[in-house]
Structure formats: C-alpha cells, structure tokens
C-alpha cells in the first residue's frame, strides 16, 4: 500500500503547455517535499511545504500544500524540455527523519 | 554532479554473484541512508545510520544484503547473492541530522543489472 499516490503516472505534453502534478495521501502529514529527478541521476530537493494551505513558487514551478495537510499540487507553467524528468512527493514519518515517497509522475516536455 | 559520491555508477553481473556499493555522504553529515528504486518508482528506505550504527534496516533483505558504515563516515552496501529482482537503482543520500524537515541530499546512484 502507497502511502502517498501521485497522479498522473506519465504526463507528456508539449513545450509551453502547462500541468499540474497531484500528491494525494489518506494521512495527515507535518510537511511535503517536491523532488525531481533526471535520467541517470538522483533526486533533487526542489521544494519543502510546512503550513497548510502555503504556496510556495520557485520560477515557473508553484507548490501548493492542500489545508488539510493531507494533499500537494505541483503546478508548472510554460513547460520547458529542461522540466524533463521523475517529479517525486516524500512526507516524512513520524520519527528518525525518514520520508515515504511518492509513487512518481514521469514529465517528458517535447520541445 | 551530486555532492554525495556513490560508485560504481553501473553494474552488470550474473545471478548468484556478490555485488557492493559505496557510498561517501557530504562531510559532517551524520544521517546515511541506503535506497532502492525500481525505474518509473520512489525510492524505497532499505537502512538508515546515524553516525556508525544503524537506526532502522527493517526493510533490509538480510539475508542477502548488509550494510555497514563503520567509521560513520563512508558506507558500503553489499549483496550476497544477487537475484534477477535486485534489478534496481541503489541511491545513498545523507542528511545533517535527525530533525523531521532536514533536507536529504542524494548520489546518482548505482544502477545495478543482474543477468
């Protein structure tokens, strides 16, 4: 049993288009945190949502922690090539610093 | 290229060999962790250390796999014998301590092919 599910599984559009990536869980978590991860290469820290209901925007990339603390939306605008790649939601546990992950959305942006 | 160093970035081996990973964290992080990720998946916590001894293996297969990091610096993951499942990536990331929100930084990870 995923305790985070992300949706859609595979996204692929073309460039400029925009999407929205969702982090759904059942539980209630103290904080969400985005990761994107290139072909052949780990995961990237790309963001760390706290509050509910926070947003939070990083260029063309606006995160959103669902009020309930229980859902994320990643929305991206005007998709580039470069966003290529696994789009991962981790909630941390409860104790030991350690996270569960999401199930992943992969993004291929065609130029 | 990632701060946390990982090697070697490939490998292919046979079923029933042994196969180790290493890994050495970014200095002064005392947080180690050992992941498994199936392509298209997140990764999976296979061992977490804080400094030399382990905080949770138990979603470690031991036994076939150990991990150890014994000078709580650089660590080593190890699998006797391998399967065709351990088809896998295998990313070590390391965090600077224990707080629920501390960031965790990754290797680009050993992807491994059991033939």
């Known amino acids: 049993t995923q305790l985070l599910e992300q949706s859609p599984q595979f996204l692929s559009i073309q460039e400029g288009e925009n999407l929205t990536v969702y982090c759904n869980s059942s539980?209630?978590?103290?904080?969400l945190q985005w990761y994107r991860q290139e072909p052949g290469e780990g995961p990237v820290l790309l963001v760390t949502?706290?509050?509910?209901?926070e947003v939070k925007k990083l260029k063309r990339l606006t995160f959103q922690f669902g009020d309930a603390r229980k859902d994320s939306s990643l929305h991206i605008t005007a998709a580039q090539p470069g966003d290529t790649g696994l789009y991962l939601c981790?909630?941390?546990?409860?104790?030991?610093?350690?996270?569960?992950f999401g199930t992943g959305t992969s993004l291929t942006v065609i130029p | 290229e990632a701060e946390v160093a990982q090697s070697p970035r490939y490998k292919i081996t046979e079923k029933s060999q042994a196969v180790a990973f290493w890994c050495d964290p970014i200095?002064?992080?005392?947080?180690l962790y050992w992941y498994r990720q199936i392509l298209g998946q997140g990764p999976e916590l296979l061992v977490q250390?804080?400094?030399?001894?382990?905080?949770?293996d138990s979603q470690l297969p031991k036994d076939r796999f150990s991990a150890e990091r014994l000078k709580g610096v650089d660590s080593t993951l190890k699998i006797q014998p391998a399967e065709l499942g351990d088809s896998a990536m295998y990313l070590c990331?390391?965090?600077?301590?224990?707080?629920?929100?501390?960031?965790?930084?990754f290797g680009d990870g050993t992807r491994l092919s059991i033939l």
């Open positions: 981790a909630g941390p546990k409860n104790t030991g610093n350690q996270f569960y």
């Open positions: 949502v706290v509050t509910g209901g």
């Open positions: 250390f804080q400094d030399e001894s382990v905080v949770d």
């Open positions: 990331a390391s965090s600077p301590g224990t707080g629920v929100n501390q960031p965790q930084h």
């Open positions: 200095s002064g992080h005392a947080t």
């Open positions: 539980s209630v978590f103290s904080s």
